[in-house]
């Protein structure tokens, strides 16, 4: 609900916001619970669509912990995942639980599935209850400056009208829509990454029973793309795939419904769960999305992308806008929810200095950004590529589920994404892949 349908804005906030999914909407939250006033514009009316429905480390709790999030407030809306696993096309699976802080007394042994339209809703909202000025449907068009060149607010659009604010500091938090990035040219792609996504929602999908009914699958195919199975709250699951476009995307942009009709029912694992289900979302948004592609700005292909900066004068980007690497680990809504924190802690010791300029946000915020999530989006970027071989992906799980000390390492990588974890782990990976990729003539690209 729009609890601001008839709101006049005032001329100036401490901070503006573009953009209200989860990056900006916990930003948005924590400076506003220190009593700042902030404005959130958020382009779409909510409840809206949007993928990223995984979440993998149980750390996320310590976030919501901040926020005043608690598992009372969630469990009636999402399902509770205790586990996940991958398979291969040769049958081998390896599963896990997901208590991995089980010292941390800030964290559950569980996660949720969020159904993203009710989570994105449900967060913006609890923003709202904490004192932030949220508005739905104003869509930010216009960037301003001060006579120094200091960006210092912007103008929207809402119900016909257009709205000029003004702030201290400009937070972009538009997603994969990059508003800041593309309006200053800085928006790169990852070159090594090719990959395209459609995904569905279903009713009624056959699902585990009991404690593992939230469990997440993910499935790998000799076919140049991959697939995950995301069980969310009854009735609904979540089921996606995610395609090499070098391969794929010549059949699924002439018709992309057909395209994924084919693929979820060519994997024994997802056909046998569909059985009795419907699917209950269709393909029209992705279409539109195909016919935009010419104009660079199709958000289900070209999705690997980040900023070349990540700070400017009276500016800031966080979440997807300041990068986006691939699905692969669902490790998005965990490193968004750290960099909309990461971020209110810096902007909050800011105030109290006095001091936002540009070189107090780059070192108090994106150096502490790249201590935290560099390395997990590097080994992100490798992985990525690596998902599309199913023979090497098989032999690594293989070894996790031989070697307990190997399989603690790819958990505590993975889905605790643990600093010491992921040091060790690029370390064997690089050692182990030197060994193997001249065996099986597959080439790995990754650049820091
Ligand atoms: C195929 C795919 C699968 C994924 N799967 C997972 C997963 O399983 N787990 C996971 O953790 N992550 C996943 N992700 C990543 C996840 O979707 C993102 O990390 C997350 O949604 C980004 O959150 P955000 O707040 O930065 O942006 P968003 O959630 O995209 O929110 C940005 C908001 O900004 C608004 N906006 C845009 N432009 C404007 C404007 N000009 N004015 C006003 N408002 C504007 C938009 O309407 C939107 O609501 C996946 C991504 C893809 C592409």
Redesign the pocket.
């Known amino acids: 609900m729009d609890r601001e349908k008839n709101f006049i804005p005032d001329d100036f906030y401490d901070f503006i916001v573009?953009?209200?999914?989860?990056?900006?909407?916990v930003f948005a939250t924590l400076v506003a619970k220190e009593g700042y006033k902030v404005i959130v514009?958020?382009?779409?009316k909510f409840p809206?669509f949007?993928?990223?429905?995984?979440?993998?480390p149980t750390a996320i709790w310590r976030i919501w912990h901040r926020l005043g999030v608690t598992k009372e407030m969630m469990d009636p809306l999402f399902i509770q995942k205790w586990g996940a696993g991958w398979i291969t096309p040769n049958g081998t699976q390896f599963n896990f639980d997901q208590d991995v802080h089980p010292e941390d007394s800030r964290c559950h042994a569980h996660v949720y599935q969020l159904d993203?339209s009710v989570y994105?809703e449900f967060l913006l909202n609890h923003a709202r209850d904490n004192g932030v000025t949220a508005l739905e449907e104003?869509?930010?068009?216009e960037l301003f400056y001060d006579e120094n060149g200091r960006m210092n607010g912007v103008s929207?659009e809402r119900h016909g009208k257009t709205f000029e604010v003004r702030s201290k500091l400009v937070v972009d938090?538009?997603?994969?829509?990059n508003?800041i990035p593309r309006k200053l040219g800085i928006r790169m792609e990852i070159e090594e990454l090719h990959s395209f996504?459609c995904?569905a929602h279903w009713e009624d999908c056959k699902k585990d029973q009991g404690k593992n009914a939230g469990d997440v699958r993910l499935l790998f195919t000799e076919n140049d793309l991959w697939y995950?199975w995301?069980p969310l709250k009854d009735p609904k699951s979540s089921i996606?795939i995610?395609a090499n476009k070098n391969v794929h995307w010549d059949e699924y942009s002439k018709d992309p419904e057909a395209f994924y009709e084919k693929w979820v029912l060519n994997h024994p694992f997802i056909k046998k769960r569909i059985e009795n289900a419907t699917r209950i979302t269709n393909f029209d948004v992705v279409k539109t999305r195909i016919n935009q592609a010419s104009k660079d700005s199709a958000?289900?292909t070209n999705?690997h992308a980040r900023s070349s900066e990540a700070v400017g004068d009276g500016w800031v980007l966080?979440?997807?806008?300041l990068g986006?690497v691939d699905?692969v680990f669902?490790?998005?809504?965990?490193?968004?929810h750290g960099s909309g924190m990461i971020l209110a802690d810096a902007v909050i010791k800011g105030m109290k200095e006095n001091n936002l300029s540009e070189g107090f946000i780059e070192k108090e915020y994106h150096e502490k950004y790249k201590e935290e999530f560099q390395d997990v989006l590097f080994h992100i970027q490798g992985w990525a590529q690596l998902y599309y071989n199913p023979k090497f992906v098989d032999m690594f799980l293989k070894w996790g589920n031989r070697y307990p000390k190997i399989r603690d390492m790819y958990i505590r990588t993975f889905i605790a994404f643990e600093k010491k974890a992921i040091k060790e782990f690029s370390k064997f990976f690089l050692k182990i892949f030197k060994n193997v990729s001249h065996k099986s003539g597959f080439k790995l690209s990754v650049k820091k």
């Open positions: 573009i953009g209200g999914g989860p990056a900006g909407a514009l958020e382009g779409s809206r949007c993928v990223g429905e995984i979440i993998a993203r994105d104003a869509r930010v068009e929207f938090a538009s997603g994969r829509t508003f996504a995904f995950w995301a996606g995610v958000l289900l999705f966080i979440g997807d806008t986006f699905p669902s490790a998005g809504l965990h490193v968004v």
